[in-house]
Nanobody
Framework: QVQLMESGGGSVQTGGSLRLSCAVS????????MAWFRQAPGKEREGVAA???????KYADSVQGRFTITHDQAKNILYLQMNRLKPEDTAVYYC????????????????????WGAGTQVTVSA
């Protein structure tokens, strides 16, 4: 059974930093796409960043240059380092894993990810 569990959320001021972690268990794919999504109140869930097993990464334009996605394959942990945070980054952040393919141009599509964590809240105050 695949399980994902996020941690590391919290409250920071504008310009601050946070690092989110996602512990993954029961997921054994040689090829994969793992991603971070976020959902702000009243808005749809959106893709933030994604990473493949060969360290290929993808980012949403809104976080490019501020956020970094990495993974520790030995420990099965996915990370999202968030720097220069803005109030518009406030959302619940979710990690997700696909069925064992690759990210591709459609990495932001929710339907590509059958496995999700429960989410962690990030609040950025002005």
């Amino acid at each position: 059974q695949v399980q994902l569990m996020e941690s590391g959320g919290g409250s920071v001021q504008t310009g601050g930093s946070l690092r989110l972690s996602c512990a993954v268990s029961g997921y054994n794919q040689r090829s994969y796409c793992m991603a971070w999504f976020r959902q702000a109140p009243g808005k749809e869930r959106e893709g933030v960043a994604a990473i493949e097993e060969d360290d290929t990464t993808k980012y949403a334009d809104s976080v490019q240059g501020r956020f970094t996605i990495t993974h520790d394959q030995a420990k099965n942990i996915l990370y999202l380092q968030m720097n220069r945070l803005k109030p518009e980054d406030t959302a619940v952040y979710y990690c997700a894993a696909d069925k064992g393919l690759w990210c591709g141009v459609s990495w932001k599509l929710l339907k590509n990810y059958p496995y999700w964590g429960a989410g962690t809240q990030v609040t950025v105050s002005a």
